[in-house]
């Protein structure tokens, strides 16, 4: 069992950053893949990022490609997003999500996760 819990969103205006993170209980977390995912009002829930078990791996959506930036520490069981250059099109809700994987794999399809948390409102004034 795993539970994650982010935190880190808030208000900023555009152009502006934040960083986001999400803490992952248990003792196994250095077995699971995680993801980073969002989901705006009256939109489905997309793909923002995703880093392997090793971190050696990453992989972003393309709106996000070059501003934002996905890590792992695997010391304090956390994952980071590192979101700059901020939009208004980024406002959404932000989810973390883990999965077991390889060593090597990265998911983006959010019925690969099996564990997300509750997620923490980001929004982008214009």
């Known amino acids: 069992q795993v539970q994650l819990v982010e935190s880190g969103g808030g208000l900023v205006q555009a152009g502006g950053s934040l960083r986001l993170s999400c803490a992952a209980s248990?003792?196994?977390?250095?077995?699971?893949?995680m993801g980073w995912f969002r989901q705006a009002p009256g939109k489905e829930r997309e793909f923002v990022a995703a880093?392997?078990?090793?971190?050696?791996?990453?992989d972003y959506a393309d709106s996000v490609k070059g501003r934002f930036t996905i890590s792992r520490d695997s010391a304090e069981n956390a994952v980071y997003l590192q979101m700059n250059s901020l939009k208004p099109e980024d406002t959404a809700v932000y989810y973390c999500?883990?999965?077991?994987?390889?060593?090597?794999?990265?998911?983006?399809?959010?019925?690969?996760?099996?564990?997300w948390g509750q997620g923490t409102q980001v929004t982008v004034s214009s």
């Open positions: 248990g003792r196994t977390f250095r077995s699971w893949a």
């Open positions: 880093i392997s078990r090793s971190g050696d791996n990453k």
């Open positions: 999500a883990a999965v077991f994987g390889t060593i090597t794999a990265t998911f983006r399809g959010a019925t690969s996760y099996d564990y």
